[in-house]
């Protein structure tokens, strides 16, 4: 008897699998799990936004002064910088190609994340349920922000890179390496978010805060994507006259204004641009009409010195609450930042802007 029993108990505990080894059903049969997966994508757009290509290449020129000063004053020019209203200046050529790559793959890395994430709440028993309901859930909320970083994600590598390599949750475990044209590839994620935006909380709602990305931040980010398939883009001429196409996979048309036949490009916009200015308003309306409880424009300081003297001043109260580790009123949504150390100047740099 006793050396049955020993022999059974030896078979169950050879036949039972390393607590450190699961699947995915394992991982998404409870929503805490299957939000730590979220979280691991969260942290990884941090690294990519924060690397060093998004200083470099983005926004030089502009008024958010996102720059380093390194940058500006070596590369550029203060001069040519912040120059006299109405006079031009020359950005240098910058050689990007190792940081593009460590870019690129981490964009891909985190697109990754969030197909398996998507994959696997449609293969949830009762995803019709979740995607049926007239309100958000847990679950419905997760898969928004899944759709909501992947959309991002290929909204900068469009603004970056143009036409890249379009990947799914239905390509999941494919080696993909043909280009997808932007526009089929802005054009389908945003009809994603458009169907997954009623489901998702506002900040605020069901303790979310704006370290994650919530309705509010969708209904804006539609907007930015519309704004983006409506204006001018160069785009290849290189690839055929059927290669740029729609998300029904119809051939666009597009007015253009110049072409450089050395570099095959076209510079110019689709001939359909006004309807996706139309298809924006009523989100950007909804962005700021219906912000929901958690988010609020500063339209007044309320703060005073010891002797009673009014500040006066509701731009920088935004910014005394971003230092005095409040949760802003304004935000929508914050990549994370730690405080710096060693002498780099990433956490400045993006406070700037």
Known sequence: MAAGLSAVSCASWLETSSPSVVDADFVFSDFGTGKDVMLGAYNSYISVVNEGTVINL??????????????????????????????????????????????????????????????????????????????????????????????????DLARLYGDVIYMTEDQLGQDIKTLTGRDEIIEKEINNLIAIEPLMYRVGENNHLPDQMTRNYVQGLIGRLCFMEAGYATRRTDLGDDFYKDADGNVLTFETWGTDDE??????????????????????????????????????????????????????????????QVMPMESIYEVTMKQEGGGSRIAYNWGRG
């Open 58 to 155: 983005e926004v030089i020129g502009s008024d958010l002064e996102r720059a380093s000063v390194g940058i500006i004053a070596n590369q550029i020019g203060a001069a040519q910088l912040y120059g006299p209203e109405g006079t031009s200046y020359d950005v240098p050529n910058f050689d990007i190609n190792d940081r593009s790559l460590a870019k690129w793959s981490t964009f891909y890395s985190v697109i990754s994340l969030c197909n398996n994430i998507i994959a696997n709440i449609k293969n949830l028993p009762d995803y019709e349920q979740i995607i049926g309901a007239a309100e958000p859930s847990d679950w419905s909320d997760l898969l928004g922000q899944a759709y909501a970083m992947r959309a991002t994600c290929y909204y």
């Open 263 to 324: 570099r095959n490009a076209a510079y110019g916009r689709r001939t359909d641009w006004k309807d996706f200015y139309a298809m924006a308003v009523p989100y950007l309306e909804s962005a700021v009409n219906e912000p929901g409880g958690g988010v609020s424009l500063i339209t007044v300081d309320p703060r005073s010195d010891k002797e009673g003297r009014s500040y006066g001043n509701p731009f920088q109260y935004y910014f005394d609450q971003v230092t005095k």
